[in-house]
C-alpha cells in the first residue's frame, strides 16, 4: 500500500524518489582480518561473475561470518533507515527482529588494465563493496587523472534513470581502504581499468534482511543485530 505524507511543517523539501545508498568507515582490524583470510585456497567464484579481473574468490563460511559480525549492524540499520524513509517516517524497527542472510561474498582481485563491466547482482535485496588494499603509487595515477575533466581510473560508478533536472543518474566512487558501500541490488555499477602496476583488492557480498514482527519485551536479544 503507498504511504500517504502529510507534510508537518510550514516548509518542506524531501526526496522521495530514488534508491539510498550507504557508507561506512571499516574498522582496520576487520580490513586486516578480511585481508588475513584471502587464501588461493578459496574457490574460483568468476564464472558467476562478470567481472574482466585475476581473481574472484568465493568467501567460504568463516569469511562470511567475519564480515556478517563486522557489518551486519550496518546493513540492518541501511535496511532500517530505507525502509523508514520509504514509508516517510512511518515505519517503527523498535518491535521487529531482522535476520541477515549472507547469500555469499568473494574477494576481487583487479590488476592493471582489468576492470568490471557494467552488471547488477541478482537474487539477493542488498548488496556492497568494501576496499582492502590499491596498488603502490596510484595516488600518482590519480593526481594525473584530476587533471582530467572526468577522472575514473579504478574507480566505481554507480548509475541510476537517466539524466533529469534537478536530479542526478550516477555517482563516481573513489576506493579507499578501509571505505565500505551499501547499494541495492539492481543498481547498475561498473570499476574502470587503472594502469598502476599492484593490486586494487574489495570484497562484495549478496544480502537479504528478513524482518519479522515482535513485541518488544519478547524480542530476543540480539545484541549483533538487533537495532
Ligand atoms: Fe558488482
Redesign the pocket.
Known sequence: MSSIYTPKEGKEFFTPFGPMLGYYRMPPELVDALNGAMSDRLEDHSDN???KVSQELRFDQNLINLAARGLGQMLIEYHVRARTRCNFGEYDHTEKKFTLDVMSGWF?RQFENEY?PL???TQCAL?C?GYLMLPEGIEAEWAEDYQDHHPSHGHLQFAHGTDVHYSVCNFMVKPRIGDFWIFPSYMF?C?YPFKTKGERRSF?MNVTIEEENVAAEQAPLQKTWRL
Open positions: 561473475l562478470v567481472g576481487i568490471n552488471h547488477i547482482h548488496s563493496v555499477h570499476v562484495s
